[in-house]
C-alpha cells in the first residue's frame, strides 16, 4: 500500500469519531482531512499545536509590519521649503496641465484653487466634441476672467481627436513652457495658496524628478451630515484615509512611495516628461497587446524610478543612467483634495484602480526592472508589493488556520477572536472621531471598504486584461469602438498636418463692438459683456496684458492657429516668450510675430 493511501486512511479513520452529516459537514471533513494528512509529516513537537502556532505566526509578523510601517512614518520629515529668494524653482516656473472629459459641476471652482498659486500656465486638453462645452463653462462662469488677469496666468485649451488621458497629457506636455510640468486631474482642489510653493521644495535636490504631496477626501459642508452622505462616499473616505501613513513609511524607508504617487497632482521636472523617449513607450504602454490608456499615474512613477534599469533605449537616444529620486512632500501646505463619488460609480472606480494596481505590480516583479532590481533599488516597496502579489493565497490559509482552530482549541479562537475584534473596533471609533459625520448608520460602508480586498484581488485576475476607465463615458466609447489612432502612437513621428503645409492667415479673436483684439483696450476687453449669446463668446483664453493702462496691441495672446490634432501633428504656436535676466520672476506675456 502507498503512502498517499495510508496517510489518507489514518486520517479518516481518525475523523470517524465525529458525526458528519449534510453538505457543510462532509465539507469539514474535507478541510481537516487535508489538514492532519499535513500534520502527520510534521515533527513530533509540532503535531499537536501546530496550527496554533502558524495562526499565531501570522498575527504576530502583522503586528511587527505595522509597528515598523508606524517607526517609519513617525520618523518622516517633510522637505523644508526654502526662503523665496534661494528657492530653484517659483511657481512662475510651472506649467499645469489637465485632461479633461465630462468633468463634474466643481471644474471651475477647482480651478480658482490653482489660480490663487499664481502659476505659469494653465493648459486644458480635451476632445474636439467637448471643447465647445468647455468653452461656454469658462466664458460663463462669473468672475473668472478678474481672476485670470489678476493671477496673470496664461490658460490655454487644446484638443485632441478622441479621449484618452495619455494622449491627452502628451498634448499638454508638448505645449507647456515652464520649466516644471504639474500633471493635474480636473477634480483636484488644491487647499491653499501655499500649494506650489511647498510642492517645488523637493526640487532644491537636484536629483529629484517626481514630487507628490498629501492626497485628502472633499466633503462639501452640505453634504457633512449622517442623512445626507452616501456609503460610496464613506467608503472612499476610508479607504483614503487609511494611507497616510504607510505614504509616510514607504518614503523614509527606501524612498518610495505606496504603489504609485497620485495622478491627482504630481510635478516633474519637465526634460522627463518632455524626452521622445518618455512619450513613446508612454503611449506605446502594452498590457496583454492593449494599449494602456488606464494607469498614467503608475506608469510615471515606475518609469522616474526606475528608468536606469531599463535597457530598450531604442532610436531615442541616451538615458540618463543617474536614477531620479521622488520628492513626497506630506504635509498641510501640500495638500490636494479630491471630490468623491456619490453613487455605485465608485465601485466601478475602485475595480479600475485594484486592476491597474496588480498591473503594476506584475510588471515591476517579472518585467521592469524585475525581481532582483526591483529589491535592490526599493526593497521596502519590493517587498510590500510582493506581499501584495501572495495575499489571495495568505487569505486562504488564514481560513484555513482558523476553521482549523475553531475545531480544535475553541476557547483559543474565541479570545484571538476578541482581541483583533477589539482592535478593529477601536480603528472605527478612531475613524467615527475624526468624521463625526459619517454616523452610525454608515459604519457599514467603513466595513465593507476594509474587506472589499477579500474579492477585489480575485476580480482583478479574471479582469486583468480589461481597459475600461469605467466612471468616464466618453472614455470607454472610444475604447470599445477601437478608435485608437494609429498616427500618434506609431513609433514613426507623426506626419504633419497636410492643411498646415499652405500658409494660412492667422484667425484672430473678434473683441467688443466688432473690433479685433489687437484694437480693443485691455479695459475693453475684460470688461462685462452683457446678455451676450453663448455662440457669440470668446473661442478661447490665451494670455493677458500686463496691465490693464496697457492697449491690447502690446501685450496680448498670439493670433489663434487652427485647433491643433494630436492624432496628425502639433501646429507651430506663433509666440515668443520673453525673460528679464534681472528678475527670474518677472512675467512677460506672449507676443505676437509679425507673419
Not at 250 to 263: I, K, L, P, Q, R
Not at 481 to 495: F, I, L, T
Request: hydrophobic fraction near 40%; charge should be negative; charged fraction near 20%.
Amino acid at each position: 500500500m502507498s503512502n498517499t493511501t495510508q496517510t489518507f486512511d489514518t486520517t479518516k479513520s481518525a475523523l470517524l469519531g465525529y458525526d458528519y452529516q449534510g453538505a457543510s459537514d462532509r465539507l469539514k471533513l474535507l478541510v481537516f482531512s487535508a489538514f492532519e494528512s499535513i500534520r502527520l509529516y510534521m515533527p513530533d513537537t509540532f503535531q499537536s499545536d501546530w496550527g496554533l502556532y502558524l495562526i499565531f505566526g501570522l498575527y504576530l509578523w502583522d503586528w511587527i509590519d505595522g509597528w515598523l510601517s508606524l517607526r517609519y512614518a513617525r520618523r518622516y520629515l517633510p522637505f523644508p521649503v526654502p526662503p523665496r529668494e534661494e528657492a530653484k524653482y517659483a511657481p512662475s516656473d510651472v506649467s499645469i496641465v489637465v485632461p479633461t472629459v465630462d468633468w463634474d459641476d466643481n471644474l471651475v471652482d477647482n480651478l480658482r484653487t490653482w489660480l490663487i498659486c499664481q502659476p505659469r500656465e494653465i493648459i486644458f486638453v480635451t476632445t474636439n466634441a467637448q471643447q465647445p462645452k468647455l468653452l461656454h463653462l469658462f466664458n460663463t462662469a462669473p468672475g473668472l476672467r478678474e481672476e485670470l488677469y489678476r493671477g496673470r496666468v496664461h490658460f490655454h485649451i487644446r484638443t485632441v481627436q478622441q479621449a484618452n488621458k495619455r494622449l491627452q497629457l502628451c498634448a499638454g506636455i508638448n505645449e507647456a513652457k515652464g520649466k516644471i510640468v504639474a500633471l493635474v486631474d480636473d477634480d483636484a482642489r488644491w487647499t491653499s495658496e501655499e500649494v506650489l510653493t511647498t510642492l517645488l521644495a523637493p526640487f532644491q535636490n537636484d536629483d529629484v524628478g517626481l514630487v507628490g504631496g498629501s492626497i485628502e477626501s472633499y466633503i462639501p459642508e452640505e453634504r457633512q451630515r449622517s442623512d445626507v452622505i452616501t456609503g460610496w462616499e464613506v467608503a472612499a473616505l476610508r479607504t483614503r484615509s487609511k494611507r497616510r501613513a504607510g505614504n509616510r513609511a514607504f518614503f523614509e524607508a527606501d524612498g518610495s512611495t505606496n504603489f504609485t504617487v497620485s495622478g491627482l497632482t504630481m510635478l516633474l521636472r519637465a526634460e522627463i516628461v518632455k524626452d521622445p523617449y518618455f512619450q513613446h513607450h508612454f503611449i506605446n504602454d502594452m498590457w496583454n497587446g492593449i494599449r494602456q490608456n488606464t494607469g498614467d499615474d503608475g506608469f510615471i512613477t515606475r518609469y522616474v524610478l526606475f528608468q536606469h534599469h531599463l535597457r530598450h533605449v531604442g532610436d531615442a537616444g541616451p538615458l540618463r543612467r543617474t536614477p531620479w529620486k521622488l520628492g513626497m512632500q506630506f504635509g498641510p501646505g501640500g495638500t490636494v483634495q479630491t471630490s468623491l463619488l456619490t453613487t455605485g460609480e465608485y465601485a466601478q472606480q475602485s475595480r479600475r484602480w485594484y486592476r491597474s494596481g496588480l498591473r503594476l505590480r506584475l510588471t515591476l516583479l517579472l518585467w521592469e526592472p524585475g525581481l532582483f532590481k526591483f529589491f535592490r533599488t526599493t526593497p521596502y516597496m519590493a517587498r510590500k508589493m510582493t506581499g501584495g502579489m501572495l495575499s489571495p493565497i495568505f487569505n486562504l490559509v488564514r481560513l484555513g488556520l482558523w476553521l482549523w482552530l475553531w475545531w480544535h482549541d475553541p476557547t483559543m479562537a474565541e479570545l484571538l477572536f476578541l482581541y483583533i475584534l477589539s482592535n478593529y473596533v477601536s480603528s472605527l471609533r478612531a475613524f467615527c472621531r475624526e468624521f463625526p459625520y459619517v454616523g452610525i448608520k454608515n459604519i457599514w460602508a467603513v466595513i465593507l471598504a476594509d474587506h472589499a480586498y477579500l474579492i477585489s484581488d480575485i476580480f482583478s485576475w479574471c479582469s486583468l486584461s480589461l481597459e475600461s476607465w469605467s466612471n468616464r463615458s466618453s472614455v470607454d466609447v472610444g475604447e470599445e469602438e477601437g478608435n485608437v489612432d494609429e498616427v500618434a502612437v506609431s513609433q514613426a513621428p507623426p506626419p504633419r498636418n497636410p492643411q498646415a503645409s499652405q500658409p494660412q492667415a492667422p484667425q484672430t479673436f473678434t473683441g467688443p463692438a466688432g473690433k479685433s483684439i489687437y484694437e480693443v483696450s485691455a479695459e475693453e476687453f475684460y470688461a462685462p459683456l452683457p446678455n451676450r449669446p453663448a455662440s457669440q463668446a470668446p473661442q478661447e483664453f490665451y494670455g493677458f496684458p500686463a496691465s490693464p493702462s496697457q492697449p491690447a496691441t502690446k501685450n496680448v495672446a498670439f493670433p489663434k492657429e487652427p485647433m491643433p490634432d494630436f492624432t496628425t501633428g502639433f501646429l507651430p504656436m506663433e509666440e515668443t516668450w520673453m525673460e528679464d535676466q534681472n528678475d527670474k520672476n518677472f512675467w512677460a506675456p506672449f507676443q505676437p510675430q509679425q507673419k
